[in-house]
């Protein structure tokens, strides 16, 4: 199918090519009904066509870019139709469907492991369930360094807010996170000896945040005091209020 697909555009950039050249001829062509002198003479034969042929009678590559032409259009044609079918049904008529969007809507920020262990689904099958409900734009996905995160498609959550939850649902994040809101101005090595923790992993959370632009620092000597950024902390207290995240 894909040596049909470039013969037709071959013959499609041959005709772009040609056409022009011959229009540029610019010869004009008369009806022979006004050259009566030729036809008297006999030079002009107005009995009709001497045959008929048909389209197998046609030239090898008139007929090859003719069935190339009705190939890629059918080929078109059918690629559309699951499409079209698909925007007509309504996706969420599927009960399991229904399930998962419900759940993503009571828990933002949810995972496709967590769908697959509450609702007790094969994984295969939620990873296709929210493909479907992502292609009718009915689930946003965010995605993180180790998981995509789901949020129901609507203005209820903006790309910041998106990012704070996803951030609140990685355990030791939340901890870091909560100990800076409580703790403002507290060190890499305070957190550390709060959560019993080793430095490596408290400096990596740390980088994750100063890179999302959760928490900036004020310098001390050799030692950085760790801030939440003021439209950071309103979400995280909004959101630890609220109780789903």
């Not at 959550?157 to 939850?165: A, C, K, L, P, V």
């Not at 800076?180 to 101005?185: A, K, R, V």
């Amino acid at each position: 199918m894909g040596g049909i697909i470039r013969i037709f555009i071959l013959f499609s950039v041959f005709l772009a090519f040609t056409v022009p050249g011959i229009a540029s001829a610019e010869y004009i062509v008369k009806s022979h009904e006004d050259n009566t002198e030729l036809i008297e003479k006999g030079f002009i034969d107005s009995a009709g066509a001497d045959t008929n042929i048909t389209f197998w009678d046609l030239p090898l590559w008139i007929k090859i870019s003719f069935i190339a032409g009705i190939l890629a259009a059918g080929m078109g044609i059918i690629k559309l139709i699951p499409a079209i079918i698909g925007r007509i049904t309504d996706p969420l008529e599927n009960g399991i469907r229904q399930e998962i969007f419900e759940y993503i809507s009571e828990n933002p920020g949810c995972t496709i492991t967590d769908l697959s262990d509450n609702l007790d689904l094969n994984r295969s099958s939620t990873k296709y369930h929210i493909l479907k409900l992502k292609f009718h734009k009915i689930v946003n996905i965010h995605k993180t360094e180790k998981h995509l995160r789901l949020f129901k498609n609507s203005a209820t959550f903006n790309e910041h807010q998106r990012m704070t939850i996803s951030l609140l649902k990685n355990k030791t994040g939340r901890m870091l996170l909560i100990s800076i809101l409580e703790n403002p101005g507290i060190t890499n090595g305070e957190l550390a000896r709060k959560h019993n923790m080793n430095k490596s992993t408290i400096h990596w959370h740390i980088n994750k945040f100063l890179e999302t632009g959760a928490i900036n620092y004020i310098p001390e000597g050799k030692l950085r005091r760790y801030y939440l950024t003021s439209s950071f902390e309103n979400s995280i207290r909004v959101f630890l209020e609220d109780g789903r995240v």
